[in-house]
């Protein structure tokens, strides 16, 4: 299975969205400050996600969710 997944801010409640094939080992490399974007932020908590059956089902997801104000209000519930 494939993920696309929003995790928040402790630090100051930003929101980020990815994909993953592991949810809880992304969420550790987060945490762990590995990503350059989201390791001034840390700590962060998974919020919500999404499962697929491919990587490309996934992709493709979360490219809507990134560029598609619309799509991004609903996945974060606002």
Known sequence: ???VYLIKSLKD???YIGQTDSLLSRLDY???GRSIYTSKK???KLVKY???KT???ARWREYQ???NANERKKFYGE
């Open 1 to 3: 299975m494939f993920y």
């Open 13 to 15: 409640e930003s929101k």
């Open 30 to 32: 987060h945490n762990k």
């Open 42 to 44: 840390v700590p962060w």
């Open 50 to 52: 999404e499962a697929y």
């Open 55 to 57: 990587r490309s089902e």
């Open 65 to 67: 969710l990134k560029h």
